[in-house]
């Protein structure tokens, strides 16, 4: 059974609209991340948090916000969506950060029309 | 920044012939970074391979291996014979001194019957 779960696993928006990645893990860890990957791009870190409190955000967008309802939640919010937000959103967690094993979930493919 | 380079998008491989896909790095750390390589499978999320901490030192897993090589500052993958189980994307990355992860962009491994 996947211990990271990501909803949905495609997803398909409109040019200005607003959706929102779902992330829950059940390994009892205290790190969440996201990463992002477009095509031909490296997988790129946006934010990471720790005990639900936002430790680094590489994202230099105010459009993306991670929410964090619960310890094992990683919600990311996406407002106003361009095209070049198209990309898979990976969603990730480790014991308690720096430098533990990442565990990924399956990710979540945005495709922005 | 820390940087991650795989210069191969694709590789197609003969089941039971040698691999090599190479990766290299780049960091701004005064201590020597983690080094890591990831492997996707088809509908799954990334998951660790192998793990070196110690530049000079070997990971071995599944038959795959690397060396943290800190004079070149390369940490290729290596496996003497695939198997077509092994066709997936395969990630190099590196952790320095935060908990950000950073990855290459990662390499198809296509191995034929």
């Known amino acids: 059974d996947p211990k990271i779960i990501q909803k949905p696993k495609y997803l398909v928006a409109v040019t200005g609209s607003e959706k929102i990645l779902i992330c829950e893990q059940y390994?009892?860890?205290?790190?969440m991340y996201w990463y992002r990957q477009s095509a031909k791009k490296p997988l790129e870190f946006m934010f990471s948090?720790?005990?639900?409190?936002?430790?680094d955000n590489q994202t230099a967008s105010s459009r993306f916000q991670p929410q964090s309802s619960k310890k094992n939640h990683l919600d990311l919010q996406i407002t106003a969506l361009k095209p070049d937000d198209s990309a898979t959103y990976f969603c990730?967690?480790?014991?308690?950060?720096?430098?533990?094993?990442?565990?990924f979930g399956a990710g979540t493919r945005l495709s922005v029309l | 920044g820390d940087s991650v380079t795989q210069t191969e998008g694709q590789v197609t491989v003969s089941e039971s012939k040698s691999l090599i896909i190479n990766c290299t790095y780049s960091?701004?750390?005064?201590?020597?970074?983690?080094l890591f390589w990831y492997v996707r499978y088809p509908g799954e999320g990334l998951q660790l391979l192998l793990k070196?901490?110690?530049?000079?030192q070997k990971g071995s897993s599944r038959g795959f291996e690397a060396t943290y090589n800190k004079e070149t500052t390369s940490f290729h993958l290596q496996k003497a014979s695939v198997q077509e189980s092994d066709s997936a994307v395969y990630y190099c990355a590196l952790g320095s001194n935060t908990d950000k992860v950073v990855f290459g962009t990662g390499t198809r491994l296509q191995v034929s019957p």
């Open positions: 070196v901490i110690t530049a000079g």
């Open positions: 960091t701004t750390s005064i201590a020597y970074p983690n």
């Open positions: 390994l009892g860890h205290n790190a």
């Open positions: 990730a967690s480790s014991q308690d950060g720096s430098q533990n094993t990442l565990y």
């Open positions: 948090y720790s005990y639900q409190k936002l430790m």
